[in-house]
């Protein structure tokens, strides 16, 4: 089988939706699961009905808009639109339910039981719209296949469990599910962190084996840098696994990390290809043949937290420092006999609980949205307009990566 996947940006709009489904008739839907994410900026929107609610504040105003929005997609797809209307009323009044009757007051669970229903939404859409062009599908829920444990918003999958499920697929029909989302053994929906729907892809594709993975993007494959922040830039025609690894850990928005390593271990080629441009090859990753520095990556991550800690006795206890650390992303360390400083991700906002636990130990300084710049195959002529007129915090350079956090105000 193949797996496709498709994001936000790709059904932002019925006019992308009706792109999608002349994409897919040309590239071939036989034998395929279809992967698809919540219609752009759904996620976004749900997140603010979920901060309203649980602030106690009234989150319908949000959610009126998101099904407005919704609504208005279907007017434009359907002919017949009554009964699309009546289907996807069914979701939003049980996001409405769950409002008015959840009694568990746990940010993390109501986020996923909330946040989770966009994908639900987008493809009954979606796989609605596809069946009415003759692009015959069947819809799955993706929790009755993806089964978690009950970490809400960072669930780990239960691969057992999961792979059980996904083998019942028969792989002579075609399939439509969501991305991001799964279940944990209450059959409480559970997300997969933020840009999981690549992540859910490559699921399916360990599971069944697949011939190949492709993920569909408005832009035409992976480039060395970011054209919004970057003035030259290179297109690749493919890279291996371990280059898109650092890619997506140092925070190119390429690839979620998670997606990669079931890919790499059964030897799938993941395809990045452009939907407005299907006949395009698109990049290839792939297992390593030979590493090639010919390209150099450029990266930056903004919004990062620079944190320092300060001896206040002998020597820096490293070991103490980094019990705290299980649940933040560090980016970049360095340390000496009298300091250590990490470049790090709070993406759960962990940071302050161990300022708390950790003052009375040591002096410890923090910098909040500075910005981490990255080059991969790094060599001594990138740095000249790289750094140029920025204020450096700190500074690392290896064989092969040079990285460097900046004030982002200088």
């Known amino acids: 089988m193949k797996i496709y996947k498709f994001g936000g940006s790709s059904i932002k709009n019925s006019k992308r939706v009706k792109t999608l489904s ?6 071939g839907y036989k034998n395929t699961v279809i992967v698809i994410s919540a219609i752009g900026k759904t996620t976004n929107k749900l997140e603010k009905v979920v901060n309203t609610y649980f602030l106690k504040k009234y989150p319908y105003i949000f ?11 279907i007017k434009n797809l359907f002919f017949n639109k009554n009964y699309y209307v009546l289907n996807i ?10 409002l008015k009757k959840n009694n568990i007051l746990n940010y993390n669970f109501i986020y996923d039981q909330i946040v989770g229903a966009g994908e639900l939404i987008s493809t009954k859409i979606v796989s609605d719209y596809l069946n009415y062009k003759n692009i ?9 296949f993806i089964k978690t444990d009950n970490c ?10 999961t792979n059980k499920q996904i083998k019942k697929l028969n792989n002579k029909f075609s399939y439509l599910t969501q991305g991001f989302i799964g279940a944990d053994n209450n059959y409480y929906t559970t997300t997969l962190g933020r840009e999981g729907s690549d992540y859910t892809a490559s699921i399916f594709s360990y599971c069944l084996n697949a011939k190949s993975q492709t993920t569909w993007k408005d832009v035409p494959g992976i480039l060395n840098a970011d054209p919004k922040v970057f003035k030259t830039t290179t297109f690749l025609k493919s890279i291996s696994f371990e280059e898109a690894f650092e890619l997506s850990y ?3 928005s390429i690839i979620h990390i998670n997606t990669l390593h079931p890919l790499k271990t059964k030897k799938i080629p993941l395809y990045v290809r452009s939907f407005f441009l299907p006949k ?28 320092s800690f300060f001896i206040k006795n002998n020597f820096v206890e490293t070991n103490i420092i980094f019990n705290f650390f299980s649940k933040i992303k560090i980016l970049l360390i360095q340390y000496s006999s009298i300091s250590l400083t990490v470049c790090l991700e709070d993406k759960f906002n962990n940071i302050m609980n161990i300022i708390f636990n950790l003052k009375k130990k040591f002096i410890i300084k923090k910098r909040n949205n500075v910005e981490l710049y ?7 002529y990138n740095e000249k307009n790289f750094v140029k007129n920025k204020k450096i915090l700190l500074r690392q350079i290896n064989f092969d990566t040079a990285q460097w956090v900046l004030n982002k105000n200088i």
């Open 152 to 161: 809400f918003r960072e669930a780990h999958v239960n691969w057992k469990q």
């Open 22 to 27: 002349k994409v897919i008739k040309s590239v």
């Open 136 to 144: 015959k599908n069947i819809l799955i829920d993706c929790r009755n």
């Open 250 to 252: 140092y925070g190119a």
């Open 89 to 98: 009323l069914f979701y939003f009044n049980n996001i409405y339910f769950f």
């Open 374 to 380: 990255t080059i991969i195959h790094y060599k001594k």
């Open 63 to 73: 959610l009126f808009e998101i099904e407005k929005n919704h609504l208005k997609m």
């Open 280 to 307: 395009k090859k698109g990049t290839l990753i792939k297992k390593k043949q030979q590493i090639n520095f010919k390209n150099s990556f450029f990266i930056l991550k903004k919004n990062t937290i620079l944190l």
